[in-house]
């Protein structure tokens, strides 16, 4: 929030503006989660975003059945073993999404000045005058005065596909609205939103759960969205029903803040969660346009001295229908990665937009650039001052590994993990330089079946800002009794060279654990 974040030698940063960037293997350190549907669904297309710098795909549950899903999802495997890349996938759930629903899915033009009626009566057609939404009880939760907002997908602020409502009667069980802007509005459903009001639905609703036994649980997703997360108790209550699935148990949930209600519990959610997804459409409905930047950067420093994910939405809408983004759209990724945030949500920009590759491509090119400037020295400081001290044993050897990677220059960070927690203990100080996180892994027992660990914590770390996994050979332990494992460590040299991110004569930072010790070593290069 202060100047000194950014570091920018003018006379130097001047010049190189107009140098065009050098294509890198991984296109920024700052992740990508693309939201596949519609648009993006062939194995063409999804190979096209995997190469585009997708590491995250989204699927998102409040539209589309588990069948379209599944044929989505079938097309990623088919794409990662074309495009040899790793990605993880996110379920994000309905949760207790008011929507309006229109069956003839004929365009409903909606006039200011005008009243409409809401009504829990789904029987009923929608018109400009009367439109039927799928909750009984919302002439019980408002009161004449209470702003309601409609719109197509998630909120994006254009006043020609979103509708401002105010409400003026509450009849039965029917509430009556004064329309405050005119708007279209198109396709078969339309997100409700009450601002600043409590819906009394539960976060985890019936029909989640449902998709999370069968789908989630058929698929061994390794991330799940919680969506209008509003306590800490909404993560516990997910966190024990995925407990009782089989390998969901492994599955990591993101909390996402959608509301007042979970702004204000912000902290204990923080706690309990894995990690948080700021939903700045449905923020910027519940709190004025000029306080959404303020709970952004509050947010994003909050998960950082935390060391959980911080995963912002909603930064390019305009690329839904254009192939470029705004100046404002792209100022705002870059300052989203100058914040801290860990990874950029892209939702109906890849869901149906008419460029899902070409953003995604953006998107990483803008974030690389920002990573460029992002002054790591400041945050450091700031970090370790945050934790203050005593440290624990792996705090203390986590950041010397990237205090000793910045001083000796080094190219990349080896960190090799079977939970995968030094790796993020590693990105949490924000190293200039990648981290290849060699996970390897654990073969565990229930006393019926021995299974090995490991792929889930790789996969859940492709969201984190600056971690690249590598899935090792179970045959190399994690904890060596010698110095190093020379056969693992050489597999992810040979990667790193790979990737062009290790060349001859470069320096290497290398994490591992030997004995019950955690050691951090330089190496250097020959040719």
Known sequence: MHSTNLLLEEPVRMASILEPSKPNFFP?????????????????IISSCLEAGMSVARFDFSWGDAEFHQETLENLRTAIKRSKKLCAVMLDTGGPELQVVNKSEHPISLQADSLVILTPDQDKEATPN???????????????????????????????????????EVNGEDVVCSIK???????????????????????????????????????????????????????RHAREFLSKLGDLNQTQIFAKIENVEGMGNFDEILREADGIILSRGNLGIDLPPEKVFLFQKAAVYKCNMAGKPAVITRVVDSMTDNLRPTRAEATDVANAVLDGSDAILLGAETLRGLYPVETISTVGKICAEAEKVYNQDVYFKRAVKYVGEPMTHLESIASSAVRAAIKVKASVIICFTSSGRAARLIAKYRPMMPVLSVVIPRLKTNQLRWTFSGAFQARQSLIIRGIFPILADPRHPAESTNATDESVLKVALDHGKTAGVIKPHDRVVVFQKVGDSSVVKIIELEN
């Open 130 to 168: 009367l439109l039927p939404i799928n909750f009984s009880g919302l002439s019980k939760s408002v009161k004449n005065g209470d702003t309601i907002f409609i719109g197509q997908y998630l909120f994006t602020g254009s006043e020609t596909t979103s509708v401002w409502l105010e409400v003026t």
């Open 28 to 44: 920024a350190m700052t992740k990508i989660v693309g939201t596949l549907g519609p648009k993006s669904r062939s194995v063409e």
């Open 181 to 235: 802007n005119s708007a279209t509005l198109a396709g078969p459903l339309y997100t409700l939103h009450v601002s600043q009001i409590r819906i009394d639905l539960p976060t985890l609703t019936d029909k989640d759960k449902k998709v999370i036994s069968s789908w989630a649980f058929q698929n061994k997703i390794d991330i799940l969205s919680l969506s209008y997360t509003r306590n800490a108790e909404d993560v």
